[in-house]
Antibody, heavy 126, light 110 residues
Framework: QLQLQESGPGLVKPSETLSLTCTVS??????????WGWIRQPPGMGLEWIGS???????YYNPSLRSRVTISVDTSKNQFSLKLSSVTAADTAVYYC??????????????????WGQGTLVTVSS | NFMLTQPHSVSESPGKTVTISCTGN????????VQWYQQRPGSAPTTVIY?????PSGVPGRFSGSIDSSSNSASLTISGLKTEDEADYYC?????????FGGGTKLTVL
């Protein structure tokens, strides 16, 4: 059974870089069948897609965050990471990693996040 | 930008049926598949519907999804409501390499 687990500091200072890691077990992030993504949820608010990557190295970022986001992968550890630079209080959120199914089915795009990690709360505060 | 709009909240009694809508602001919502996620307090989202109307194994048949091209909307219908269905529900789709989520609907079963 595929499981994902986020890890990283729970507190980051304003203007610094948020760094999180997602460890995948029960499956390989080098799979040619899946993408892997990051999603966040500010307290009491909705979900926001941050970005995704494919094992080949292709990355896709939310345009609203693109200038500050980097997603990278460590296949030897079956992990992928998120870096978000120049954070502010608005970046305070629960950050989730998820497997992403992204392909064409009957001339339509399926872009589906499943399963998700349990999430980790990151607070931006001095 | 493609956006999905959901009602902020809905409420219904146990045993009844409720429908949550998800309306696209442009293009055709039928152009790509819509997923629905359930999120209970303090937990990560889980899928209740994918590919517009498919249920993952383990999701009860009380959950169903549909698309209405005339209103550019997707809908999640839950019949035979149970108190355990009380949660936030999010629709999600896709637009030009971007994952798009609706704002979420809080379902209260009272």
């Amino acid at each position: 059974q595929l499981q994902l687990q986020e890890s990283g500091p729970g507190l980051v200072k304003p203007s610094e870089t948020l760094s999180l890691t997602c460890t995948v077990s029960g499956g390989s992030i080098s799979s040619r069948s899946y993408y892997w993504g990051w999603i966040r949820q500010p307290p009491g608010m909705g979900l926001e897609w941050i970005g995704s990557f494919f094992y080949s190295g292709s990355t896709y970022y939310n345009p609203s965050l693109r200038s500050r986001v980097t997603i990278s992968v460590d296949t030897s550890k079956n992990q992928f990471s998120l870096k978000l630079s120049s954070v502010t209080a608005a970046d305070t959120a629960v950050y989730y990693c998820a497997r992403q199914l992204w392909f064409e089915v009957r001339n339509r795009t399926l872009n589906w996040f499943d399963p998700w990690g349990q999430g980790t709360l990151v607070t931006v505060s001095s | 930008n493609f956006m999905l709009t959901q009602p902020h909240s809905v409420s219904e009694s146990p045993g009844k049926t409720v429908t949550i809508s998800c309306t696209g602001n442009s293009g055709s919502i039928a152009s790509n598949y819509v997923q629905w996620y359930q999120q209970r307090p303090g937990s990560a989202p889980t899928t209740v519907i994918y590919e517009n109307n498919q249920r993952p194994s383990g999701v009860p048949g009380r959950f169903s999804g549909s698309i209405d091209s005339s209103s550019n909307s997707a809908s999640l219908t839950i019949s035979g409501l149970k108190t355990e269905d009380e949660a936030d529900y999010y629709c999600q789709s896709y637009d030009t390499s971007i994952g798009v989520f609706g704002g979420g609907t809080k379902l209260t079963v009272l």
